[in-house]
């Protein structure tokens, strides 16, 4: 599986931004894609994730009504949808692929810098 992020920008608080994760390979079927960020001096965390089926999906509280993560299957793209951004949502985010009953996340895309201003 390949995984291609890209929309990452400066904006400002309250400011909506889209993310866009390209992904190929065969199997999407069985595979989960999700969000990842890094905020300078922190660790990478999980934020958002959908399975290819788009029967599944999950959000980390503090994005919880503010991102919308959804998938394309003909596009074979997963975006992730963010809304009334804060400046805490500053990060490097990574969408990355696992198969659907792995513990861990193994196929990883570039980052992609989302820097919100207040």
């Known amino acids: 599986v390949q995984l291609q992020a890209s929309g990452g920008g400066l904006v400002q608080a309250g400011d909506s931004l889209r993310l866009s994760c390209a992904a190929s390979?065969?199997?999407?079927?069985?595979?989960?894609i999700g969000w990842f960020r890094q905020a300078p001096g922190k660790e990478r965390v999980f934020v958002a994730g959908i399975t290819w089926s788009g029967h599944v999906s999950k959000y980390i509280d503090s994005v919880k009504g503010r991102f919308t993560v959804s998938r394309d299957k003909l596009k074979n793209v997963v975006d992730l949808q963010m809304h009334s951004l804060k400046p805490e949502d500053t990060a490097v985010y990574y969408c990355a692929a696992k198969v659907l009953d792995a513990s861990e996340f193994n196929y990883w895309g570039q980052g992609t810098q989302v820097t919100v201003s207040s």
């Open positions: 390979g065969r199997g999407l079927i069985e595979y989960m």
